[in-house]
């Protein structure tokens, strides 16, 4: 009998089905007997089930095992954040250097490149979490901080990512407003960005990074669209120099880093799925030490 047939009965689960193995701590007697599941705990696995087959995202914040670990695409990690930065959000952010801090194109350029490269690392080594424990990003911080302790971090995190919603949601729906010529009303807009994105997120981590594989190709495309029809419209701004320049270096690069840094918080959610990372991945070094840091093994 099937673990999906038995999850809908609701009678009984085998005891090396990871699900029971992970969550509710279901064992095998020594008579190699099955123990019987509460009947709140086999309702919330058939409904699991039902999510399973949907294709919906079924897991919470629990580890996932290795036996369910099914993305096994490391370029998968690439395309996420090449899509994540690859963006219109980032396009506006980057024209700050030369509007809003007077800075010339080379100084901007430097900012952008040597800011990032700096600001990313963080994340990346919490991206590396990911495989190596299967573990959400909010969970791993009970190692360091504590059960409730980490629930005032999780708050504050969700505050964080409320706001970037609201500002990826009013910017696409700025975008729809605009192609419609102003015929489709601002309200509306937002409310089928905001749909569109909670259907996406109920879906979760796989269709994710089936949407993340070619999403930053489109946008890079247009990019180069816009720099190669726009180029000759983009006033070079002359380079500042002295105590000018510095200050705003300093607070362009400021900037990019918070953008790039506020990614660490959620880093390895996106990795769940796959396998641990190998002794001879360049990050390995770095990661391991942050783990021991978080979790003290």
């Known amino acids: ?80 954040w090449a899509s994540a930065n690859v963006g219109t959000a980032t396009m506006a952010f980057g024209t700050l250097g030369p509007a809003l801090f007077g800075l010339g194109w080379w100084d901007s350029f430097c900012c952008v490149l040597f800011f990032n490269l700096l600001g990313s690392f963080p994340a990346a080594l919490m991206s590396t979490l990911g495989p190596k424990l299967g573990l959400r990003t909010l969970t791993i911080q009970r190692f360091s901080f504590g059960f409730w302790p980490a629930k005032l971090i999780a708050f504050i995190n969700m505050i964080n990512m409320i ?7 009013i910017a696409g729906a700025a975008f729809l407003y605009n192609i419609g010529d102003g015929k489709l009303p601002a309200s509306i807009a937002v409310l089928i960005i905001g749909l569109v994105a909670l259907i996406v997120g109920m879906f979760g981590y796989h269709l994710v990074h089936q949407f993340e594989r070619v999403s930053w190709l489109v946008m890079l495309v247009c990019f180069c669209i816009v720099a190669g029809f726009g180029a000759k419209h983009f006033p070079d701004v002359p380079m ?37 990372l190998g002794a001879t991945t360049i990050l390995y070094p770095p990661a391991r030490w942050l783990e021991r840091r978080l979790t003290g093994l």
């Open 1 to 80: 009998m099937d673990s999906d047939h038995r999850l809908e009965k609701g009678e009984r689960l085998a005891y090396n089905d990871p699900l029971a193995k992970e969550v509710f701590d279901v064992t095998e007697t020594s008579k190699g007997e099955i123990l019987p599941i509460s009947s709140s705990s086999s309702t919330w696995l058939r409904l699991r089930s039902i999510i399973r087959r949907l294709g919906a995202e079924e897991s919470g914040i629990e580890r996932i095992p290795e036996s369910m670990r099914t993305d096994q695409s490391p370029r998968d990690l690439f395309t996420l």
């Open 163 to 169: 706001g970037w919603a609201m500002v990826n949601t």
């Open 240 to 276: 500042p120099t002295g105590p000018t320049e510095i200050s705003g270096v300093l607070s362009f690069g400021t900037g990019i880093i918070g953008f790039q840094i506020s990614w660490a918080s959620i880093a390895a959610d996106y990795g769940v799925w796959e396998l641990a």
